[in-house]
């Protein structure tokens, strides 16, 4: 008389055990169902996190890129100092409302460090309303050790605006020291890193 209790208790316990699990597994897989349902009658089940972390579309492409144009830009480098500066390329032809991209190249031939700025100019000078610079070193003053070499890009886009009567533009960079960032050698004492094969 007194094992039926306890094997009743056990019995109803399994019961109870499977029910619960059967009603987890349910709530697990109702996830998947409702967006299955969701999905073919085209609703939007994103949640809130999953809008987060969701794949953000790709830009669309730039449907101002005037493709009847092409313009020759020019690149040009000037310095005033001890410095060897310039593009790496001395043109290239492009669409207006393309974007573009050059590296200019720099090297410090002083053997102590020096801070420098460039300066850009545009020819014809009315181009230079039309030459939307997305990226440049000309933003920024640069701090450069003795001998030490960089390249930096600009990223440009020519305006579609632009005159048709033009169809060249000289972009013009000069690079030259800044003052006040770092002090200058004691005079005497400044020597330029040698180039190679001898020449300053």
């Known amino acids: ?13 399994g019961k109870l055990v499977v ?11 109702l996830v ?4 299955a349902i969701c999905d073919a009658l085209g609703i939007n089940v994103l949640t809130l996190a999953e809008q987060r972390t969701a794949v953000r579309p790709t830009p669309s492409v ?18 005033r100092g001890p410095w060897d500066f310039k ?6 032809q492009v669409h207006p409302g393309e974007l573009n991209t050059v590296m200019y190249e720099f090297r410090n031939r002083q053997s102590r460090t020096m801070a420098a700025q460039a300066i850009p100019s ?15 070193f000309c933003f920024n003053e640069w701090t450069l050790k003795a001998g030490e070499a960089r390249s930096w890009p600009v990223a440009f886009v020519v305006d ?3 005159p048709r009567d033009v169809t060249t533009i000289t972009l013009s960079y000069t690079f030259f020291e800044v003052g006040g960032k770092v002090p200058a050698a004691p005079v005497g004492t400044v020597s330029q890193l040698q180039q190679p094969g001898g020449g300053a």
């Open 19 to 29: 029910i619960v699990g059967v009603m987890f597994g349910f709530g697990y897989a």
């Open 1 to 13: 008389m007194k094992r039926f209790p306890l094997r009743a208790n056990r019995q109803l316990l």
């Open 87 to 92: 593009p790496a390329m001395r043109s290239m």
């Open 62 to 79: 730039n449907t101002q890129v005037d493709r009847s144009r092409l313009i020759t830009v020019e690149f040009d480098a000037n310095v």
């Open 122 to 136: 545009y020819a014809p000078m009315q181009a230079g309303g039309y030459f939307n610079k997305v990226e440049c």
């Open 160 to 162: 579609p605006k632009l």
């Open 32 to 35: 998947p169902m409702y967006r």
